[in-house]
């Protein structure tokens, strides 16, 4: 069984700083823009959350992990296991990663919460097939940057290179969620998606080689959902583009059309 006391402190705290993000929406959901704006010298307002490999959360071993409850039922135990006060922002982010986890995929997605690298890779080999060779894509941060996560304009820098788009290809994005060790909610929708490397330029110097994804049909997304609030948009009405932020994963066929 995982014992929280056998970790040392200051790491602990350090790896769970990140779970005290939940209330910037407004800035975080300044991610959302639309196939016309992925043009050279486009700038746009972008929130990119900066992410310490150091003291994020790390994946336990399988065996580790699987041993420990997932299951919002058992919060009342795991907040007492993991030493944390049930009004605190950690026992919140908890609570919503749970929630999240343990909620209904929507109509055509595929949707699981991996807890070990092992799980992850299941079932990305689920979704592609146990004979299908896919690659692992994400944000990075070129050279020397910043490591202060504000909104700030970015200008895309280069015509931005399409990895895959045709209707139904598969694939399946892993988020990062709050938690004490790594958590990743993984899925995959049926619809059409696009998927671009783009090469963009903060103001404060920040060069990314960011992950962007088009969900070319939104007609089964919550009306609520903040893509539509920021665009103006309905759901079903148009599209809707977003980068990834750093940690987080997208699996795609290895018979992309760009796959550098």
Same mark, same amino acid.
């Given at each position: 069984?995982?014992?929280?006391?056998? !970790? &040392?402190?200051?790491? $602990?705290?350090?790896?769970?700083?990140?779970?005290? !993000?939940?209330? !910037?929406? &407004? %800035?975080?959901?300044?991610?959302?823009?639309?196939?016309? &704006? #992925? @043009?050279?010298?486009?700038?746009?307002?972008?929130?990119?959350?900066?992410?310490?490999?150091?003291?994020?959360?790390?994946?336990?071993? +399988?065996?580790?992990?699987?041993?420990?409850?997932?299951?919002?039922?058992? #919060?009342?135990?795991?907040?007492?296991?993991?030493?944390?006060?049930?009004? $605190? %922002?950690?026992? +919140?982010?908890?609570?919503?990663?749970?929630?999240?986890?343990?909620?209904?995929?929507?109509?055509?997605?595929? +949707?699981?919460?991996?807890?070990?690298?092992?799980?992850?890779?299941?079932?990305?080999?689920?979704?592609?097939?146990? &004979?299908?060779?896919? @690659?692992?894509?994400?944000?990075?941060?070129?050279? @020397? =940057?910043?490591?202060?996560?504000?909104?700030?304009?970015?200008?895309? #820098?280069?015509?931005?290179?399409?990895?895959?788009?045709?209707?139904?290809?598969?694939?399946?994005?892993?988020?990062?969620?709050? =938690?004490?060790?790594?958590?990743? =909610?993984?899925?995959?929708?049926? $619809?059409?998606?696009?998927?671009?490397?783009? @090469?963009?330029?903060?103001?404060?110097?920040?060069?990314?080689?960011?992950?962007?994804?088009?969900?070319?049909?939104?007609?089964?997304?919550?009306?609520?959902?903040?893509?539509?609030?920021? #665009?103006?948009?309905?759901?079903? %009405?148009?599209?809707?583009?977003?980068?990834?932020?750093?940690?987080?994963?997208?699996?795609?066929?290895?018979?992309?059309? =760009?796959?550098?």
């Amino acid at each position: 069984m995982y014992d929280h006391h056998d !970790h &040392d402190d200051d790491t $602990s705290s350090s790896s769970l700083s990140h779970m005290n !993000h939940m209330d !910037h929406m &407004d %800035s975080s959901s300044m991610v959302f823009f639309t196939l016309n &704006d #992925l @043009k050279i010298g486009r700038t746009m307002p972008f929130y990119f959350r900066e992410r310490d490999p150091s003291i994020s959360p790390q994946f336990l071993p +399988k065996e580790e992990a699987d041993s420990i409850p997932f299951s919002s039922k058992q #919060l009342p135990y795991l907040l007492q296991l993991f030493s944390f006060q049930p009004e $605190s %922002s950690q026992a +919140k982010a908890m609570e919503h990663t749970l929630n999240q986890c343990e909620s209904r995929p929507i109509k055509g997605e595929t +949707k699981f919460c991996a807890n070990s690298l092992e799980s992850m890779l299941d079932f990305a080999n689920e979704i592609f097939g146990l &004979d299908s060779a896919f @690659k692992i894509l994400t944000t990075t941060h070129l050279g @020397k =940057y910043s490591r202060t996560s504000i909104l700030q304009n970015y200008t895309v #820098l280069e015509a931005p290179r399409e990895i895959i788009s045709a209707p139904r290809n598969v694939v399946v994005a892993c988020h990062t969620m709050p =938690y004490p060790y790594a958590i990743f =909610y993984c899925h995959s929708l049926e $619809s059409e998606n696009k998927v671009f490397k783009v @090469k963009l330029a903060g103001q404060n110097g920040d060069r990314l080689s960011a992950v962007a994804i088009c969900h070319m049909d939104t007609s089964q997304w919550n009306r609520h959902h903040a893509s539509f609030h920021v #665009l103006g948009i309905e759901p079903g %009405s148009s599209h809707v583009c977003h980068f990834f932020p750093a940690e987080n994963l997208v699996f795609v066929p290895r018979v992309s059309t =760009y796959l550098d």
